[in-house]
């Protein structure tokens, strides 16, 4: 059996447009022999500097974000196992790509700060053990966290809607408060 894989960055971010991407191969084989002969075939993208082609890894130049990469692969060995795989991607923009990242730093946030906060446990009895200064701290650290990484998404969202040019001003006002 041969496979593909596309690398999936943070949150499952896909390759982003005019970087070079490595794609990976595996191959299962009852004996498991370990010399291959590999054979890549790419439709729009181009093949990173040096690369040839014929090895386990492919690196790629992702294209712009409309275009879609096709990938097929062509494994062999001495007995003539042939084995073959396809994948297609279509990258994404960075404005794209980083307004997936803010939104996962914010996912993350919550995720790990918040859930897991002495202060939310529902075992806690406040009357024995209660709220101190630093922990409410902590909890206005994260909440001012996780406004910042908004404010940045909705920045990096307006700014590839509107094709604006960084250093553009973006009112916030009506979207975010923090009270």
């Known amino acids: ?28 084989t009852a004996k498991g022999l370990s ?20 090895g386990a890894t492919l690196r790629i130049v992702a294209p712009s974000a409309t275009e879609q990469v096709q990938l097929a692969l062509s494994v062999s060995d ?10 297609t991607f279509t990258p994404i923009t960075f404005a794209q790509a980083a307004v997936n990242g803010f939104i996962c730093r914010v996912e993350h946030l919550v995720k790990v700060n918040m859930l897991v906060d002495p202060l939310l446990d529902p075992r806690r009895d406040l009357n024995l053990d209660p709220v101190t200064e630093p922990e409410l701290e902590r909890v206005l650290g994260i909440a ?3 406004v910042r990484s908004a404010q940045s ?3 990096a969202f307006t700014r590839s809607r509107r094709e604006l040019k960084p250093g553009t001003k973006v009112s916030l006002n009506g979207y975010l408060r923090c009270s």
């Open 144 to 146: 001012e966290q996780i």
């Open 1 to 28: 059996m041969v496979r593909i894989s596309i690398p999936r960055y943070e949150c499952g971010t896909g390759p982003i447009e005019g970087q070079t991407v490595s794609v990976h191969s595996t191959v299962q």
């Open 78 to 87: 001495d007995d003539g196992f042939v084995g073959t795989a396809g994948a």
């Open 153 to 155: 998404a909705l920045v």
């Open 35 to 54: 010399a291959y002969a590999y054979a890549w075939t790419v439709t729009g993208a181009r093949l990173a500097h040096g690369e040839s082609g014929y």
